[in-house]
């Protein structure tokens, strides 16, 4: 199996704050349905959604994908080791400014909190949040054990990311997704583990849709509690009970785009 990598490696960037945007090649499509804005999760790279941009391309939706700040391939600064949830959101909220134009702002994992806290401050069209890190103060969210916060903290190793990323997958396939994963900020993590991080759902008024995967550590997403986040957003749950949690990376990997699009196109 493939996962697009080349094909990420092939778009147009540019930077954007601290981050950096990969775009596709329908970006310009202005007369279309809205650009939707793809945001990783920890330890990720907007290399995750290789296979997305493609299909995106394809169909001449517009697309873009998100390196936050010190992900993909980004150095990592003196500064990164204490970059938090709202430090990496202002990323999602420059590159919102840079393209111009009210997204479909999708965030997986962690990256899920990251875009629900930079919806404060953006306009938007949709809100997806997938296999999603809770809001802080979501009722009888799950906290976890946290990580010193003195060093970044490494990426799992190779049987470890593909049991927790890529089940499906298997070591063997799985490698070449587990070689682009980066080292991690322990106050980024600290932030969801101790559900340091509430969101002002108030400030918020796009429509919203969970998607939760059905193989997914329960440890890190209890039974209900993805359904409960698209709930405090004010949207329905997709549940996906064959998918990774990085299903964008899965066998049938056009699942979890087809929720989104559908979602979109039937107007809930």
């Known amino acids: 199996m493939e996962f697009a990598l080349d094909y990420m490696d092939g778009l147009r ?15 310009d499509n202005a007369d279309g ?30 697309a873009a994908a998100l390196d936050i700040r010190g992900h993909g391939g980004l150095a990592q600064d003196d500064a990164f080791v204490a ?26 994992s962690l990256g899920a909190l990251l875009v629900g ?33 003195t060093d970044v903290i490494a990426p ?10 890529f089940p ?8 070449p997704l587990v070689e682009r994963l980066t ?13 340091r991080v509430p969101v002002d759902r108030e400030k918020i008024s796009a429509r919203a849709l969970s998607i939760s995967a059905g193989l997914d550590d329960q440890d890190l997403h209890p039974p209900g ?19 990774s949690h990085c299903f964008m990376c899965d066998p049938d990997w056009d699942a979890g785009l087809e929720a989104i699009l559908n979602w979109w196109q039937a107007g809930y």
């Open 13 to 27: 960037v540019e930077r954007v704050g601290d981050g950096r945007l990969f775009l596709g090649d329908a970006i």
């Open 33 to 62: 349905p809205p650009l939707v804005l793809l945001v990783h999760g920890a330890f990720h790279g907007a290399w995750c959604y290789g296979l997305w941009m493609r299909e995106l391309d394809r169909r001449g939706w517009p």
């Open 83 to 108: 970059a938090g949830v709202r430090d990496m959101a202002a990323d999602i909220v420059a590159a919102g400014r840079e393209l111009g134009r009210p997204p479909i702002l999708c965030g997986h």
């Open 117 to 149: 806290v930079a919806a404060e401050d953006m306009d938007l069209a949709g809100l997806v949040l997938m296999a999603p890190s809770p809001p802080g103060q979501l009722p009888g969210a799950k906290a976890l054990p946290t990580v010193p916060e």
């Open 156 to 165: 799992p190793e190779l049987a470890t990311a593909a049991s927790k990323f």
């Open 168 to 175: 499906r997958l298997g070591a063997a396939k799985a490698a």
């Open 183 to 195: 080292s991690e900020s322990p106050v980024l993590l600290n932030d969801r583990m101790a559900l």
């Open 225 to 243: 509690q993805d359904a409960a986040v698209g709930a405090f957003y004010g949207g329905p749950n997709q549940h996906l009970p064959n998918a």
